[in-house]
């Protein structure tokens, strides 16, 4: 058995033995970043298989330089020209956290006047949104922060089992104040983005139209 460790000023100078160590050429620069798209998984590579949350950023806003990121789930990529930034956070709540603090703290970017854009791929009552639909959310909520209730034990008043920490039931009025459970964003920024984007005609296909038959008499059906 053999242990290997490193210690290194800049993110990602070691690499396994018999290896290269990856592309660092930008290294020394401080690039300055106007947009950081934040996506949570990727269904294998970041490139040239079946795309899940980040392939499509990638490769529409041509996020082709690399930076390693050895403590995140995965490598930086970054458009010099445009100044986005993409990154991979993983899921969970403790790899969301860690792979931001990690890009948040790299000397490698200048994020002081960096926009955050946190794009995922979420389920939906079919009451309020069909599968495909676009939401622009002012509200970041954790929802590992909570108590929850079998569907089955409830009071037949409530509407859910689902209540916020510090509180006896969904409906209470003395819940406390949020304490990091929910964070509300620039809510200007986000109607500023669905004015600019109401108009776009989402596509559709049979595959869609299908899923959404499963719906029959909800408002998302059609």
């Known amino acids: 058995?053999?242990?290997?460790?490193?210690?290194?000023?800049?993110?990602?100078?070691?690499?396994?033995?018999?290896?290269?160590?990856?592309?660092?050429?930008?290294?020394?620069?401080?690039?300055?970043?106007?947009?950081?798209?934040?996506?949570?998984?990727?269904?294998?590579?970041?490139?040239?298989?079946?795309?899940?949350?980040?392939?499509?950023?990638?490769?529409?806003?041509?996020?082709?330089?690399?930076?390693?990121?050895?403590?995140?789930?995965?490598?930086?990529?970054?458009?010099?020209?445009?100044?986005?930034?993409?990154?991979?956070?993983g899921v969970g709540t403790a790899k969301s956290a860690a792979t931001t603090m990690a890009v948040g703290l790299d000397p490698r970017f200048d994020l002081t006047r960096a926009y955050w854009l946190v794009a995922g791929v979420a389920g939906i009552d079919p009451e309020d949104a069909s599968i495909g639909s676009a939401v622009w959310s002012a509200?970041?909520?954790?929802?590992?922060?909570?108590?929850?209730?079998?569907?089955?034990e409830i009071p037949p008043d409530w509407d859910t089992g689902f209540f916020a920490i510090g509180s006896t039931s969904p409906t209470d009025p003395d819940k406390r104040e949020p304490r990091g459970e929910v964070f509300l964003v620039n809510e200007g920024l986000r109607d500023w983005a669905f004015e600019l984007t109401k108009d776009l005609t989402l596509p559709d296909d049979p595959a869609l139209a299908a899923?959404?038959?499963?719906?029959?008499g909800l408002r998302a059906f059609g």
């Not at 899923?211 to 029959?216: D, E, S």
Request: hydrophobic share 40%.
């Open 1 to 89: 058995m053999v242990f290997i460790t490193c210690a290194a000023t800049v993110a990602g100078a070691c690499a396994p033995p018999g290896e290269p160590p990856p592309d660092q050429s930008l290294d020394a620069d401080i690039n300055p970043v106007r947009v950081v798209v934040v996506a949570m998984w990727e269904r294998g590579a970041d490139e040239g298989d079946e795309p899940g949350e980040f392939q499509l950023w990638k490769a529409r806003r041509g996020l082709s330089e690399r930076f390693a990121l050895p403590h995140g789930d995965h490598d930086l990529f970054y458009n010099r020209e445009s100044q986005v930034l993409g990154m991979v956070t």
């Open 139 to 152: 509200y970041l909520v954790d929802g590992d922060l909570g108590y929850e209730l079998d569907a089955r």
């Open 211 to 216: 899923a959404r038959a499963t719906n029959g």
